[in-house]
């Protein structure tokens, strides 16, 4: 019941945020988010000479899952598994080198959550509006309140098997929650600095920019691979990946 109640929480912040706060882009207002936050650190034109080989559209690293891109089948991929959590096995080694290298450092951390199917999102989500019914609302009612605190089904991240919660034991040991305030630990602190050292990036960072770009409110524990090149890269020009995606689209068509 624990472990449920954990993963509730994570998703809960997720669509909290998405439902309340999310600002609608079209694809016209991309870029002008990209260029309008890069021009202070180096200009449109000089990140996209100096990107990395592997920002390629195609790259299915880079794959983007979140309420506009919706995932509605399983990807197939080959999976690994640690202390009963799957992920893709192609994040095996770096997510070990990751945790070994927290681990030396001083800051042993815990991974709290790995890859989710659809499936499995749908059934949290269809107990979750069964309870609301049981408690007296109404079909229409216990959606919507589903919807605040659980992602929709497809748009999690987590069904890609290439993001993964990763929670300081400095925290996690204490609280057992997925908080944002973890960040004030020096653990999670050096996770978060030395992530895209292992290809991982801080998915939904704390600036207000990237809260607007992501549609979600920042998660000092999600981390999601995107490979050492493109994680180096996308921490120096402070892009979310929804920002990454958009800077590559425009590269490759022309
Ligand atoms: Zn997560």
């Keep these: 019941m624990k472990y449920k109640n954990i993963i509730l929480s994570c998703v809960g912040v997720i669509v909290l945020v998405g439902g309340g706060v999310y600002i609608m882009h079209s694809q016209n207002q991309l ?19 100096d990107l990395p080989n592997t920002a390629e559209a195609d790259n299915s ?4 899952v979140n309420k506009q891109h919706v995932l509605d089948h399983e990807l197939d991929f080959e999976k690994s598994e640690m202390n ?26 815990t991974l709290v959550s790995g890859y989710r199917s659809k499936k499995y999102q749908e059934q949290v989500f269809n107990e979750n509006v069964q309870q609301n019914i049981n408690n007296g609302m109404t079909e229409s009612e216990a959606k919507k309140a589903t919807r605040a605190v659980i992602q929709t089904p497809g748009a999690s991240e987590h069904q890609t098997g290439l ?8 925290y996690w040991q204490q609280y ?17 600095e030395h992530a895209p050292d292992y290809g991982f990036v801080l998915r939904y960072p704390k600036s207000e920019a990237a809260k607007k770009s992501t549609g979600i409110d920042y998660e000092s524990w ?18 979310t990946l929804e920002e990454y995606d958009d800077l590559i689209q425009g590269q490759s068509t022309k």
């Design 31 to 49: 870029p002008s988010l990209v260029s309008s936050k890069s021009s202070s650190r180096a200009t449109e034109s000089s990140q996209k000479t």
């Design 61 to 64: 690293t880079l794959i983007l």
């Design 84 to 109: 009963g959590i799957q992920y893709s096995q192609e994040i095996d080694e770096p997510l070990r080198k990751f945790l070994n290298a927290a681990k030396d450092a001083g800051h042993p951390a």
């Design 163 to 170: 993001a993964v919660d990763v929670m300081t034991d400095e």
């Design 176 to 192: 057992h929650q997925l908080e944002s305030d973890s960040d004030k630990t020096e653990g999670q602190k050096w996770l978060i």
């Design 222 to 239: 999600h981390f999601r691979y995107v490979g050492v090149e493109n994680a180096k890269y996308m921490t120096k020009h402070h892009l």
